[in-house]
Nanobody, 123 residues
Framework: QVQLVESGGGLVQAGGSLRLSCAASGRIFSSDYMGWFRQAPGKEREFVAVISWSDGGTYYADSVKGRFTISRDNAKNTLYLQMNSLKPEDTAVYYC????????????????WGQGTQVTVSS
């Protein structure tokens, strides 16, 4: 079992930055993938970024590439998302999640989820 707790959300003006954190308790295996997903009101949950827990390989949605950076601290079992040049369309609840096994960008493939943290970007 894995428990995930996100933090770092808030209200920021367009062009600003935020850093999200996700603290994991329980066992994270080297073969796991951890990722960030987001869900805006009235929309489906969507992929933002994923990282390989073992070698740090990263994957990004086109909409955030060049603006967001996913990283992890294996010793602290913590996942991060540095968000720069934020836009109003980035407004959503951001979730971290863990997948056992191979890489996927599909939320349905992730078995462990945090409770989410709200990010609001004002124009």
């Amino acid at each position: 079992q894995v428990q995930l707790v996100e933090s770092g959300g808030g209200l920021v003006q367009a062009g600003g930055s935020l850093r999200l954190s996700c603290a994991a308790s329980g066992r994270i295996f080297s073969s796991d993938y951890m990722g960030w997903f987001r869900q805006a009101p009235g929309k489906e949950r969507e992929f933002v970024a994923v990282i390989s827990w073992s070698d740090g390989g990263t994957y990004y949605a086109d909409s955030v590439k060049g603006r967001f950076t996913i990283s992890r601290d294996n010793a602290k079992n913590t996942l991060y998302l540095q968000m720069n040049s934020l836009k109003p369309e980035d407004t959503a609840v951001y979730y971290c999640a863990v997948r056992r096994g191979y890489y996927s960008s599909s939320p349905e493939r992730y078995g462990y989820w945090g409770q989410g943290t709200q990010v609001t970007v004002s124009s």
